[in-house]
């Protein structure tokens, strides 16, 4: 991990051979043009290196061209090129920045051992999604760079979950201030002398009211967990299907108050576990929506025999995505091919 600035002032870097010959004179604009296009065949760390330079050069053409490549390379060429453990950290701020979005990119960005703490609060602040989860959860860049937590606590685009896995503490609602006449005051005050010490216990109730669920959760024994994973409102299923307890997320999907949407967003979450994946495509109401089947195809714990009977359920305009894809098996993608090949005929 570095700290170097990267920004308009030139950059100095090693160009390999290949690079050095494409960007001189040789073959003339026409040859520079398709590389900015990535047309031409070279390995994915010298293609990146060839298109920062030309996003950094005085050729508008040549620098927009870049920029469209980059922004549509796929996912298996950047992943390459973020294997070379050489590779500038300004070229890995330069994926970063044009492809943030893209969870298994930055997922590779994030562990190369080059990249700059500029890069790693650009994430910080501006992720969302599952680029914002991974990051959160690398507790060895946290640690090495703690001022992380608070840009990501600082993200709006940061859950509760999130936040407070990172120490913040929900603020309190302000209450208004009550204006009492002299003689409620009186009246409040005799009644409380009254009723003291018939409430035994009510203090303590009050603070654990006011401590927050992530708070509380921290202290739940695992039985206490299942218990509020099957009956809990939203926030606590939020928070339980995060845990690593099998027993515990599981019970999160039987809860008979958990939503559509929540169930799609864990068929969505790459990170959920065989068992959260097996209930949902046990249950045939949820099965019945169209991007609960689209979400298991893509997702890599789904049964191969399952996401191909899927498939046929999927739109044209999907199938052709996922001919393309990079972030699911190639199974899947051979799949795809031969489905659209049999539509031609």
Known sequence: MVDRKTGPEKVQMKIPAEV?????????????LAAARGALPMSGPNLVTVLFVFYHGDDEELKKEALGTFRTLPAKILLSALQNPELHF???DLIVRIRYRDSV?????????????????????????????????NDQLLVKVPDLKQAIINNSNADKVTKMRLGWV????????????????????????DVEG???????????????????????????????ALTGDKEWRGLL?????????????????VTEGEVLAVAKNRSSSDELIRIILLNREWMKLY?????LVMHPRTPLQNAMRFMTFLSEKDIRELSKSRNVS???VNNARRMLLSKKR
């Open 20 to 32: 050095a010959k494409i960007m001189s004179k040789w073959g003339g604009h026409s040859v520079r």
């Open 90 to 92: 300004s070229i890995i």
């Open 105 to 137: 990119v930055m997922e590779a960005a994030m562990a190369h051992p080059e990249i700059g703490l500029r890069s790693l609060r650009f994430l910080a602040e501006k992720s969302s999604g599952d680029v914002l989860d991974i990051l959160a959860h």
């Open 170 to 193: 929900e603020p309190a609602p302000e209450q208004e201030p009550v204006v009492t006449s002299a003689q409620e005051e009186v009246d409040e005050k005799k009644h409380a002398e």
């Open 198 to 228: 018939q409430e035994e216990g009510f203090g303590e109730i009050e603070e654990l009211d006011e401590l927050s669920k992530y708070q509380l959760l921290q202290e739940m024994p695992v039985a206490e967990k299942i218990k509020m």
């Open 241 to 257: 299907i995060r845990e690593a307890n099998k027993l515990v997320n599981t019970a999160v999907l039987k809860n008979p108050r």
């Open 291 to 295: 991007e609960m089947k689209k979400a």
């Open 330 to 332: 190639q199974a899947i």
